[in-house]
């Protein structure tokens, strides 16, 4: 996952969900993430203007057998909560 204007990623731990990595990101600040296989995560653009993030998946959709899951903004598993304001 690569990004650009101002955004932060949100990434719970993979052994235990109550433990979160919280990355920052910018223009001069730069990142690559790789984020496992069957981990939840979430992107916030928390800049003035528009934010990119491109994300580069290892192999091809299969919309027979989907291996992305969504969760509500607000949920029990993942302890974070975004700012109000738009979800996906």
């Not at 719970?12 to 920052?24: A, E, G, S």
């Not at 993030?53 to 091809?60: K, N, Q, Y």
């Amino acid at each position: 996952m690569w990004c650009a204007g101002r955004s932060t990623i949100i990434v719970p731990n993979r052994r235990t969900y109550k433990l979160l990595n919280i990355f920052t990101c910018s223009e001069r600040n730069r990142a690559l993430l790789v984020i496992p296989r069957g981990v939840f995560h979430a992107v916030q653009n928390i800049g003035q203007t528009e934010a990119m993030v491109i994300s580069l998946p290892t192999r091809l959709d299969d919309h027979a057998d989907p291996d992305k899951y969504r969760l509500p903004i607000k949920n029990d598993l993942i302890p974070f909560a975004f700012d109000d304001g738009p979800g996906w």
